[in-house]
């Protein structure tokens, strides 16, 4: 009787199982879901090209039930990608597919026949010319399309923010469409994805968009057309990442510096690191783009394992923006007199200003001012943010929580509480008191719509001043912005983690891009009580070589990637009794039964939140040179606490930082 490897959509440590095959008539072809028994159940499983562990003794298999669909919806070209993944984050490749593939394909029914349509078709061609192209961006792409077009190779694009780098990928893209090939570009933000789709809409009849906000049925619908092919270019951020692409030829990750293609949730893995390993396996060029690189992307450039290519000036010949260090205010807390004669004057001129404030909410804490006591979450050890918009809350921004807010102090009964602090709501009302005929806007987290467009009536000239989070940071093009300012920063610099300084130097650079693209005279005014610090120093004049040596020097040092690897291990339980004495008896059994040669543990230390969700948690910082050396260190972890019921293991490899697990 035939045999057959399958992949079970769900969490089993060993990932291929050993079906019979009783379908005479017909090929297990890989990449095909079935339904297939496991235990009591009846589950969905892929038929896999892999051989699965001989058994111990043998067996009688039990046999695939059904196949579900008429040709393979997960196409085997995708197939080495989720087993590295599954392999170098320590993920189970069952629950892998289960997390990232459309949630229909999860269910042990056939598809539709309107779903399932057609067999695939080549991908379709570019159809419309292009707006001509600066010198510097014919030079960077003549350089691209000679050496690294159409083999494998990795491409770090720095560009300063208004250079132009969009109107590159579309001349990449057209160059990968007229091989009939297809492109994959990536963006951290789901509310970046129109403007892309609109910049590449004259260049192909339809785009494929790939993301968390789409219902299950469309994103299955959308999958099924990218799999036969009527999509030549697909855009998303992460959730887009394991499109069913079987002709690709390019893949672009816009913004290779955000924090954002990192998944944190439910399993951990990063896709600007998996776009790269990808690229080598199909043999195709991939393009990191951003105005501020990763430490490590510039790192691998100078080392000739990447290729750098620039542009340095902006396509309308503007200059940066002057980025000035002012001091904040003793008698002014909020904005310094200063800047508000700053922004009166932007006003007067007919132009816009950018504030931010990379913190939402009113007041980041209700204070009594009787015992001093600061109102926390209960289910997490984290202040609780007032928020009055659209009602008054106090919001936990970690378990999102919402409380009412009291009329007096739960300790010492005191009815006067200070709302200190500020965040963008408090900004927001500040600024409509200070220029009362201005209008003013406030983009943050709590004001995207579902759709998460990122067009905002700012951008259409409809208001003259705009308090944001980062995201106001991040892909806009302000056409009348002459001044920004930053508030807030010196406290980004205290979080204990090592990109903290790299963080606040992108972000920065990244608002200044906001200024001064279309009109002269831009500046930038960042709040600061610690001018001499190297960073705002670096800052202050656009020194990015200089900075990023400095941040290597530190990483060095330390053994931080690039120059060794890390993975951020954390042991989570209820009951924190039990967790004490867990994290106490694996220390020992670490130190007596693991080999330690070639890797180095640092801790247990409490987390930076050390109480989330109601779980307490302790962290462990890994550090080692071999990758094999971080998986054995984890899997050691895995195995001891198997066994203890209420206590969990969470783990994340070459994690973005070191706050967010």
């Known amino acids: 009787m035939k045999s057959v490897t399958i992949v079970p959509m769900t969490g089993l440590p060993e990932p291929f199982l050993t079906y019979s095959w009783t379908e005479t008539d017909r090929t297990p072809i890989p990449g095909t879901r079935v339904r297939i028994p496991l235990g009591k159940r009846e589950i969905v499983g892929f038929i896999w090209n892999a051989t699965p562990p001989s058994p111990q003794k043998k067996l009688t298999l039990k046999p695939v039930l059904e196949i579900l669909d008429s040709y393979p919806v997960l196409p085997p070209c995708l197939h080495p990608i989720y087993e590295f993944s599954s392999w170098f984050y320590r993920l189970p490749l069952g629950l892998l597919l289960r997390n990232t593939l459309p949630q229909p394909l999860a269910k042990p029914l ?5 779903i399932q349509q057609a067999a695939p078709s080549p991908p379709s061609r570019a159809t419309s010319d292009l707006p001509p192209m600066t010198d510097d961006q014919k030079q960077v792409f003549l350089e691209w399309e000679a050496k690294q077009a159409d083999q494998f190779s990795i491409t770090v694009l720095r560009g300063v923010t208004g250079s132009g780098k969009t109107r590159l990928y579309q001349e990449m893209a057209k160059h990968t469409f007229s091989r009939d090939r297809q492109v994959l570009l990536l963006t951290p933000e789901i509310g970046l994805v129109p403007q892309l789709e609109e910049a590449f809409s004259g260049l192909v009849p339809r785009i494929g968009v790939i993301h968390s906000q789409i219902t299950p049925m469309k994103r299955l619908s959308s999958w099924m057309s990218i799999l036969r092919g009527e999509m030549s270019l697909v855009v998303g951020p992460r959730s887009a990442f394991f499109s069913p692409l079987t002709h690709l030829g390019l893949i672009i990750v816009d913004e290779e510096h955000d924090s954002a293609y990192q998944a944190w949730e439910g399993l951990s893995f990063n896709v600007r690191n998996l776009a790269l390993k990808y690229a080598q396996l199909r043999q195709i060029p991939v393009v990191l783009g951003s105005a501020t690189p990763l430490a490590e992307s510039l790192y691998y450039a100078g080392s000739h394992r990447y290729t750098l290519l620039s542009l340095p000036r902006r396509i309308h010949g503007s200059s940066l923006p002057e980025i000035t260090l002012t001091a904040p205010s003793r008698k002014e807390k909020i904005f310094p007199s200063s800047l508000l004669g700053e922004i009166d004057q932007t006003l007067k001129d007919g132009e816009q200003t950018v504030i931010l404030l990379n913190r939402r909410g009113y007041a980041p804490l209700l204070q009594c001012l009787t015992c001093k006591n600061v109102l926390m979450c209960k289910k997490c050890s984290v202040r609780l943010v007032l928020h009055k918009k659209p009602t ?3 919001v936990c921004h970690l378990c999102a929580s919402r409380f009412n807010p ?8 005191g009815t006067f509480l200070s709302e200190d ?3 963008t709501q408090k900004a927001e009302d500040l600024l409509s008191f200070h220029f009362p005929n201005a209008r003013v806007i406030r983009l943050d987290q709590d004001t995207r719509s579902r759709e998460h467009s990122s067009r905002t009536p700012f ?14 940071a991040k892909g806009h093009d302000f056409r009348r912005v002459t001044l920004g300012i930053v508030l807030e920063m010196d406290q980004a610099l205290s979080l204990p983690d090592y990109r903290s300084e790299e963080r606040v130097f992108q972000l920065v650079l990244q608002l200044a891009g906001r200024v001064g693209r279309h009109r002269p005279g831009g500046r930038v005014h960042l709040v600061t009580a610690k001018p001499d610090l190297p960073l705002y120093q670096y800052l202050k004049n656009y020194d990015q070589d200089g900075f990023i040596q400095h941040v290597l020097r530190e990483r060095k040092a330390f053994g931080y990637p690039p120059f060794g690897r890390i993975a951020l291990l954390t042991l989570s339980s209820k009951d924190e009794k039990t967790l004490l004495e867990i994290v106490s008896s694996l220390d020992r059994l670490w130190r007596a039964g693991h080999d330690t040669e070639g890797v180095s543990l640092l801790g247990p230390v409490p987390a930076p939140v050390y109480k989330a969700k109601l779980y307490y ?20 972890f895995q195995k001891q606490l198997a066994p203890v019921r209420g206590a969990h293991v969470g783990w994340a490899v070459d994690p973005p930082d070191l706050l967010s697990f």
């Open 392 to 394: 008054r809350q106090l």
């Open 421 to 423: 602090g500020l965040a």
């Open 110 to 114: 056939p598809l539709s026949s309107k």
């Open 406 to 413: 009291p009329d007096h102090c739960s300790e010492c009964g």
């Open 459 to 472: 951008s259409e000239t409809e208001a003259d001043i705009l308090i944001g989070t980062q995201m106001i």
């Open 617 to 636: 948690r302790y962290q462990y910082l890994i550090k080692s040179s071999s990758i094999e050396k971080i998986h054995s260190a984890i899997d050691f």
